[in-house]
Structure formats: C-alpha cells, structure tokens
C-alpha cells in the first residue's frame, strides 16, 4: 500500500512538473503567432491590426535591467516596456524564495533544452562528460552575465540609461528581436546549430553553459530558503537521481542542494526509488514538493493581477507611433 501511494506521488510531481512546461510552451507559441500578426500590421505588411501581446516583453532581458536600475534610482517604473520589467522581477523573486523555479517550470528554452536531451537520449546520442568539465561548462554564461551586468552597474549611468529606454530603438526592440530570428544572417544559423546538436548530447546544454539569465537567477538562489535535501541514512547511492536531474546535479553527494544550478524540477525526488530519502525542505522543514510550483504559478497570477490592476502591463505608447518607428525599423541600429 505504502508502495503504491510513493509511485503516484512521484507520478504526480513528473506530471505536474511537465505539465506546466508544455502548457507554457504551447502559450508562449500562441504568444508568438500573435505578436507576429502586429508585427506585420505595424511594419506595414497587414491591414489587419493586432495588439502587441505584452508577455514578449519578457524576452527582453537588458531593456528590463536597465529599466530595474532607473526605477530602484528613481521609482519609476518603465512604461515602453512594462510588462518586461513586472516578468523580469517575477523572475528574481522566484529566484529569492522558490529555487530558480522560473528556469524549472516556465522558461521555454529550459523546456526545449530537456525536449532536445529526451530525444537524444533515444537516439544514442548521449555522452557522459568527464567530471573536470563540470567546472568549464558554466564558464561562457558567467563571462556572458558579467558583460551584460556591466552595463547598467558599470557602463551606463542614469542618464545614459534614461536615453536608451526613451530611443526609437528602445521603442521596437521587441520587433528587432524577431527580426534577428525571422532573418537569420551565417552567426546565428551557426550558433543555433551548435545549441540543437549540444542539448541533443549533453543535458540542458543551453541552461548549462550559455544562458546568462540563468546565472544571474542561479546566484540569487543561493539564498533562497527552498532546496531539495537528501537524507544519508535512507540513500542507497543508486544514483537514479542524479541521471533524472536536467543538470546533471550529483545529488548524491548533497545534504541540502543548494547550488546555482538547481531548478527546483523535483526530477530527483520523483525518481528516487527510497521513501524519505529525497524531499523539499524550507530552511530545515520539509514541505510538499509542489509547493514549488504551485508558489511560482501563485506568485505569477499575483504579479500579472497587480500589474493589470495598476496599469503597469500595457505600454502606454501610442500604437501610431509605433507604426510609424516601424516604417524605418531596419535602419534602426542603435539607440
């Protein structure tokens, strides 16, 4: 009986877990299609007028940063593109307090990542890394962060920022965005390549070795009071967990998991063959693996509702204006 309650609680968390990713990916796609049609309507190309879907915005990272500076200096909060700022400190909260949970449930490109490795797994594509390589392999997202970092600690003070957020470029930088993939010049095919043909061999290769949103995330989740711990009495260094896990994490050698890498997916407990051997804890008390998901999908729903409710969602641009920067927008090189 006990047996068969830790089976369906462990199916319940891989169900959870890939539920909420795929329903994400699938809006994310939705998302795409419809800022595509104003896109269209906005360089001219369709009559038909869409509005701008402001969850786009969340794939501007730099703008946002930029925009959390001025609004910590200032208190005021970025009205070209607010809904990026409201999903960018979603993303730090979850980070803070729900263990890089963003990164686990929500991000699409963790999603296709593990998508990637699940069928390169099947393909026999897979290869088992030398253990120094753990070290190197996060290198380039790190170097990546500290750049990206650099502008609005270093390179940028507040009135170079407050010129870029007010730039025509600023402006249709979420346009430029699918642009640079609707018209991928030798770089990009080449990188997208190496990122297709890497998360088919090594698992969340993106999330591992590139993506530096993920780092900042991950080094914010050091001091988050949520993360899996393993009890060395019941472990019986079967090792299943640490194959489960996206980051190829060595749960096995972990009392409390609390590294930069670390999702919060709950893949290692929901493989775990022991009862109590793997579980979430806050601080030192356990509480249920969902709550992890639960608490960011909460704490999406409070954000977006506060944001709505306050009018920090929608930019408040006109969208004739908008049109109008489009006319030129591949001339549009920097602000």
Not at 7 to 20: A, E, F
Not at 169 to 179: E, G, P, Q, S
Not at 189 to 205: E, N, Q, R, T
Request: aromatic letters at 12%; one cysteine or more; glycine letters at 6%.
């Amino acid at each position: 009986m006990r047996s068969h309650a830790l089976l369906t609680k462990k199916k319940g968390l891989l169900s959870l877990h890939h539920t909420v990713q795929l329903l994400f990916l699938g809006y994310l796609c939705y998302i795409g299609y419809a800022f595509l049609g104003y896109a269209r309507w906005a360089m001219g190309e369709s009559a038909n007028y869409l509005p701008k879907p402001p969850s786009v915005e969340a794939f501007l990272p730099i703008s946002s940063m930029l925009a959390a500076k001025r609004f910590v200096l200032t208190g005021n909060w970025d009205m070209v593109h607010p809904a990026g700022l409201c999903l960018f400190f979603f993303a730090l909260l979850t980070a803070l307090f729900l263990r890089k949970s963003f990164c686990g449930y929500l991000c699409p490109l963790g999603t296709l990542s593990e998508l990637l490795f699940h069928a390169g797994r099947r393909l026999g594509l897979v290869r088992t890394l030398p253990v120094w390589t753990k070290w190197l392999l996060p290198l380039p997202k790190y170097v990546l962060l500290a750049f990206f970092l650099s502008l609005p600690l270093y390179l940028m003070d507040l009135p170079a920022i407050e010129a870029f957020l007010s730039s025509h470029y600023n402006l249709v930088c979420d346009t430029k965005m699918l642009l640079f993939f609707l018209e991928p010049g030798p770089l990009l095919i080449a990188a997208l390549v190496l990122l297709v043909f890497g998360s088919l061999c090594i698992p969340s290769f993106w999330c591992r070795a590139f993506c530096p949103y993920g780092a900042l995330l991950g080094l914010l989740a050091l001091c988050s009071p949520i993360a899996i711990r393993r009890n060395p009495k019941q472990c019986i260094q079967c090792q299943k967990c640490q194959e489960a896990c996206p980051q190829q994490i060595a749960v096995p050698t972990k009392v409390r998991v609390n590294l930069p890498e670390c999702t919060g997916c709950l893949e290692c407990q929901a493989h775990c063959p022991v009862p109590d051997c793997l579980g979430v804890s806050f601080g030192k008390k356990s509480v249920p693996g969902q709550l992890v998901c639960l608490g960011t999908l909460c704490l999406l729903l409070a954000i977006y509702t506060w944001a709505r409710l306050t009018n920090h969602w929608v930019s408040q641009i006109p969208v004739e204006m908008l049109r109008i920067l489009h006319e030129n927008i591949h001339s549009l090189t920097h602000y």
